[in-house]
């Protein structure tokens, strides 16, 4: 079956410091692989798609990269500052809806 | 622009009661989909519908039904409340058009709790 595997562990940084999560999976050919961001008490909110045939994606102060070969897809986030705090979730597409890795907690502290 | 529109955003119901999760999209999207959210479990898909008059199971459909008459409404139906559905219910919708790479809109979230 297919599956989506995300630290599961909370990844504590300071703040200024560059954040790395990690998305892995099996079983899957994704043409894409997207990240959203979830904060307590609300919905998932989109934040980058990546597609195979990049290597990485950049928006101001993320980054996606995305590695076909070792079916693997981080997620950085620098100069981290702690607004940044919150739920980080990948997913892959199914075709008809998405399906989601658990997601890593990311806490920036002053 | 509302997006997406979930009601109620909280619901306590008692085990053997029927309810009616409601969800809205302003946003023309064909494609809209239920997930539930539980402690260490993820977001997993419950129903979904590609447009109207068409739905289909997720991973998670037992115990709940669905139904798609318009483009803009898909209402959630648990038919006989269980403590196993106590669970935070998003709803979400996409653009199916091309290149659109099916990105989620997601509502707030309804949190219901079965005594």
């Known amino acids: 079956s297919q599956k989506i595997e995300q630290n599961s562990e909370a990844l504590n940084i300071q703040e200024g410091k560059t954040a790395t999560l990690t998305c892995n999976y099996t079983?899957?050919?994704?043409?894409?692989l997207q990240w959203y961001r979830q904060d307590p008490g609300r919905g998932p909110v989109f934040l980058l798609l990546?597609?195979?045939?990049?290597k990485e994606k950049r928006k101001e102060r993320l980054k996606v990269t995305f590695d076909t070969t070792l079916k693997q897809s981080l997620f950085h986030i620098t100069a981290s500052q702690p607004a940044d705090s919150a739920t980080y979730l990948c997913?892959?597409?199914?075709?008809?809806?998405?399906?989601f890795g658990k997601g890593t907690s990311l806490l920036v502290t002053p | 622009n509302a997006g997406v529109t979930q009601t109620p955003k909280f619901q306590v119901l008692k085990t053997g009661q029927s309810m009616t999760l409601q969800c809205a999209q302003d946003?023309?999207?064909?494609?809209m989909s239920w997930y539930r959210q539980d402690p260490g479990m993820g977001l997993r898909l419950i129903h979904y519908?590609?447009?109207?008059?068409?739905?289909d199971q997720g991973e998670v459909p037992n115990g709940y039904n669905v139904s798609r008459s318009t483009t803009e409404d898909f209402p959630l139906r648990l038919l006989s409340a269980a403590p196993s559905q106590t669970s935070v219910y998003f709803c979400?919708?996409?653009?199916?058009?091309?290149?659109?790479?099916?990105?989620?809109?997601f509502g707030a979230g309804t949190r219901l709790s079965v005594l």
């Open positions: 979400a919708s996409s653009y199916r058009g091309f290149n659109a790479k099916n990105i989620q809109y």
């Open positions: 079983n899957y050919s994704p043409a894409y």
């Open positions: 946003m023309n999207h064909e494609y």
């Open positions: 519908s590609v447009g109207a008059g068409i739905t």
């Open positions: 990546i597609r195979e045939n990049e």
């Open positions: 997913a892959l597409d199914l075709g008809y809806a998405l399906n």
